[in-house]
């Protein structure tokens, strides 16, 4: 560059003459085996999970998650069980080696070293093959998990009696109940009954609801006496003529005339 005299661009010696530029490769050779990511690739995916949530949802229409009650912090009777997504932990921390003493195993050591297993396994196995034959510790990994939370979740739910758990806690809504609280059956069941069995006859606790309860007025009145399962005997204190009354109301209560 000469002063006065306007400027002047020289080559630079570190850039390469025959520096080849950037060109994606062309994958015409690879026919059928490549496409573009846009729009092909990622239509197909769209399609396929389309084609699955709206299985999913027709399979949540035809088949309803069975509900139970609203939760009852005082009631001790009650066994929680985890959703159908972690039952599979919640069998496995059945077994001896994996509860009481040895909980921290079953719920900490075990299970991380499980998911940290899969995760690992991309980097374990960086073989370029596609075949399952040839990729054997990330198939051998991902064989074991499936098979593990797969039997493990049958396991768990074969012991477990979904609809009748529900059909015992489903909720009661006594404000579509008409109930005669001025009758004198109410009053015999406020006395003796509306502690564990609430106002509305609705339930809680371990005490099930009488709204529209298909015992018959004697099976009612021998509970009543006798008690059943963690309801003690002795409840109610009255004559035989209360007795019947009380029978007689609790079996009225929620029954279509």
């Known amino acids: 560059m000469h002063r006065g ?8 010696s570190r850039v390469k003459a025959d520096k080849v530029k950037f060109i994606p490769k062309d ?10 990511f846009w729009p092909n690739f990622l239509l197909k ?8 949530l709206v299985g999913f949802l027709c399979l949540t229409l035809a088949h309803p998650a069975p509900l139970e009650g609203m939760a009852d912090p005082t009631d001790a009777a009650y066994v929680p069980l985890p959703d159908w997504y972690f039952l599979f932990l ?8 994996a509860s009481g003493p040895y909980f921290v195993i079953g719920a900490l050591i075990i299970p991380g070293l499980a998911f940290g297993g899969l995760l690992l396994a991309p980097f374990l196995d960086k073989g370029p093959h596609r075949r399952p034959t040839k990729r054997p510790i990330a198939t051998a990994l991902m064989l074991v998990g499936i098979v593990s939370v797969f039997w493990l979740t049958y396991e768990a739910a074969e012991h477990v009696e979904w609809e009748k758990r529900a059909e015992e806690n489903k909720p009661v809504w006594p404000s579509a109940v008409e109930i005669d609280k001025e009758s004198e059956g109410y009053a015999l069941y406020e006395n003796s009954c509306l502690q564990c069995h609430g106002e509305n006859l609705e339930g809680g606790g371990a005490a099930p609801a009488l709204v529209g309860t298909e015992k018959t007025v004697e099976e009612i009145q021998d509970i009543a006496v006798n008690g059943i399962n963690t309801m003690p005997a002795g409840v109610f204190k009255g004559s035989e003529e209360e007795l019947t009354k009380l029978a007689e109301f609790i079996k009225s209560v929620g029954q279509e005339e």
Not at 5 to 12: I, W
Not at 27 to 36: D, H, I, K, N, V
Not at 90 to 97: I, M
């Open 5 to 12: 005299k306007g400027m002047k661009f020289v080559g630079d």
């Open 27 to 36: 994958y015409s050779e690879y026919p059928g085996r490549t496409e573009a």
């Open 45 to 52: 995916e769209w399609l396929v999970g389309a084609v699955f």
């Open 90 to 97: 919640y069998q496995f921390l059945k077994y001896e080696f």
